[in-house]
């Protein structure tokens, strides 16, 4: 009688309570091939002592920020950073360079694997509010908005420091604007993560590399020292002040 009891309430309780989401860190993980890369990035910005915040500029669906947060709550040395998401959420901006493959309003709604969403699923910034909610993290800050228009609001405050920068907004344009309304707070030893350098067939001349070229021949007060490719299309830099 015992059992059936137990049985019972066990039966009302898994109708009750939301369903255990305890692997859907490991999923994502598992899904992602630039996961270790961050995570070392992560690792990397600790053990330098690299004061600031972990800033995501492109976060569409939020996988790449959760991993970000995923990582940040193994830090081994303690400190302390915020979780940052900047985007429109309304999916890519016009562009003067064409991509074989993307246009203008790509991202706006789920595309690819997402453990929570279907595909076509309208991007919003709650959808990655969700994501951190079910994966246990704590709330992300996102701000919502183009991004020469957003940094100049928080940059350098309340954004006074960046140790880690994901720039995962594809475009030239996108990225000159990251960078250069990041720029007071990048740090000597800024790790930057260029989701995208390699596309473009891998031209210099388009795309985030050269957005990148160019910011660091205007700040000449800033060098780039190669840290890693990784992934598919991946490139990453840490800054080194003269
Ligand atoms: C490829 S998605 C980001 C993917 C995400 N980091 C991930 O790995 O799951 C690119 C995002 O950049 C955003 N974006 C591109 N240019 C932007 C701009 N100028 N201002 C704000 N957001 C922008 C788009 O809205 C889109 O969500």
Known sequence: MRHVLARGLRAVARRLLPPPRRDLRAQIVHADARASTFFQAIEYVNFEAVEGDILECGVFGGLSLSLLAHGATFDPKGMTRRIVGVDTFTGLPPSEESHARWEAGDCA????????????????????????????LEPPVLYEGRFDA??????????????????????????????????????????????????YKGHPGRGEARAFHEFLAAHPEWQAVHWRSYATFCNAFILVRR
């Open 150 to 199: 957003v940094f100049p609001r928080i940059v350098p405050d309340p954004h006074r420091a960046i140790a880690l920068l994901h720039v995962d907004c594809d475009l030239y344009e996108s990225t000159r604007d990251v960078l250069e309304g990041v720029a007071p707070a990048l740090q000597d030893g800024t790790l930057i993560l260029f989701d995208d350098w390699f596309h």
């Open 109 to 136: 709604s789920i595309h690819g694997w997402h453990p929570l969403h279907k595909p076509g699923t309208p991007v919003t910034a709650d959808l990655t509010r969700a994501l951190f909610a079910e994966c246990r």
